[in-house]
């Protein structure tokens, strides 16, 4: 099948729109997908659908015929265009992901001896943000740093290799999950891989005495780690908070505690309670409001694995 000969669109109203899909073209092209592999849905941005269908019916990566595939290879070592932490310029970055060591590392020069960062495989994040980082093919990582989170935007002109980056991120992050959980079954595994964030936008916050005035943050919810940033393109966050389990304190709530001072143009408030203090937020509309609140409400309600717990710890150690 050409799929040149197609236009991309209306194999993305196949792959995405079709409810049954075709069961046949389904055995043939994804014969062998890597358990890891991430297969987008409709929602996802535009780069991982389409490298999706061009990695199925154009390349046939997954069709079983024996290739190598670039992802699948222990080390990889390539350039990549990363945002600097203080002048938010892209510079070309050397990266190199080990499978062995369990890291990525980034140089500042080509021929580097030393690296400018060394970072755990399985303590990072990596999510498509095109709009954010204003490139189709962005790419944010977030790690955390000296118990802090750290962001790192990347992108690379061909659509291909920042997909084969992605995968080959969640390949080592499956790999390191095998060896630290070795009776766990790969769906069990699977949602601890790289991860979307569950909702970003802006909100205004108060300081901890509520004394001080509102101010617009950007708001980052990555599961029970509710971070804040003065820029949504800051490589670290002004302050996060844990979100735990609603039968340890935690609680969210419309609407701020009587006699709070809202010198904000925002008015549609929230209230957040943890063990040790509370957060309080305003949303422009009530519609954001709601939406944040059932973001919330849903990552409270849930029980927290013991990972959940050390990371509650290491919160409560920090603040």
């Not at 046939?60 to 595939?69: D, H, N, P, Q």
Request: charged share 30%; net charge positive.
């Amino acid at each position: 099948i050409l799929v040149k000969s197609l236009s991309l669109s209306r194999w993305e109203d196949q792959e995405f729109m079709a409810e049954n899909g075709n069961e046949l073209m389904k055995h043939k092209y994804e014969a062998v997908v890597p358990v890891y592999y991430y297969k987008p849905t409709h929602k996802d941005c535009q780069v991982l659908r389409e490298q999706w269908i061009r990695a199925k019916y154009e390349r046939k990566e997954f069709t079983g015929e024996g290739k190598k595939r670039t992802y699948e290879e222990e080390t990889r070592d390539g350039m990549l265009m990363k945002r600097g932490r203080d002048n938010g310029q892209f510079l070309n970055r050397r990266f190199v992901l080990s499978e062995r060591e369990g890291t990525l590392k980034y140089f500042t020069k080509y021929d580097a001896k030393e690296p400018k960062a060394v970072i755990k495989v399985d303590s990072i994040n990596a999510a498509f943000q095109p709009e954010k980082i204003g490139n189709p093919n962005g790419l944010q990582i977030t790690y955390l740093k000296d118990y802090s989170t750290r962001n790192i935007f990347l992108y690379h002109d061909n659509a291909k290799e920042i997909v084969d980056w992605f995968n080959s991120i969640r390949a080592i992050q499956l790999h390191y999950l095998k060896v630290a959980f070795p009776g766990a079954n790969d769906a069990e595994l699977m949602p601890k891989l790289t991860r979307n964030f569950l909702k970003e936008g802006y909100m205004e916050k108060t300081g901890p005495r509520h004394t001080e005035g509102f101010k617009k943050r950007w708001f980052t919810l990555d599961h029970r780690r509710l971070m804040y940033y003065k820029d949504p393109l800051d490589a670290f966050a002004k302050g996060e908070a844990f979100l735990g389990h609603q039968d340890h304190g935690y609680s969210a709530s419309p609407g701020l505690p009587a006699g709070t001072h809202c010198n904000g143009a925002w008015q549609h408030g929230i209230t957040i309670v943890t063990p040790e203090r509370s957060f309080l937020f305003t949303c422009e509309t009530e519609v954001e409001q709601q939406d944040w609140l059932k973001h919330f409400n849903d990552v409270i309600s849930i029980q927290m694995s013991p990972q959940e717990y050390s990371m509650e710890a290491m919160f409560r150690h920090k603040h």
